[in-house]
């Protein structure tokens, strides 16, 4: 079957991940090395919603080129 993905619909301005250069539309291929047909939207929200300081590692797609960026996550008060 299709390899479910997930296209980043909207960024915090400010946010780590809008920092370290995630686009919106950005197709979101893994996160932290875990394939996204092994993942769902619940376990993605936890895991960018876990502990300051902890490194995340995305790798996306943007017009047919794969992009690899990593930043760490922080409050938001």
Known sequence: GKI????????????PAA???VEVGDQIL????????????DTIQSI???EEGKLIRLHLLRNGEKIYI???LKKFV
């Open 70 to 72: 990593e930043f760490r």
């Open 48 to 50: 960018l919603r876990k």
């Open 4 to 15: 479910p993905y997930f296209m980043v619909q909207h960024l915090r301005p400010g946010s």
């Open 30 to 41: 893994s996160i932290n090395f875990v394939s996204m047909g092994k993942l769902d939207l």
């Open 19 to 21: 920092e370290a250069g």
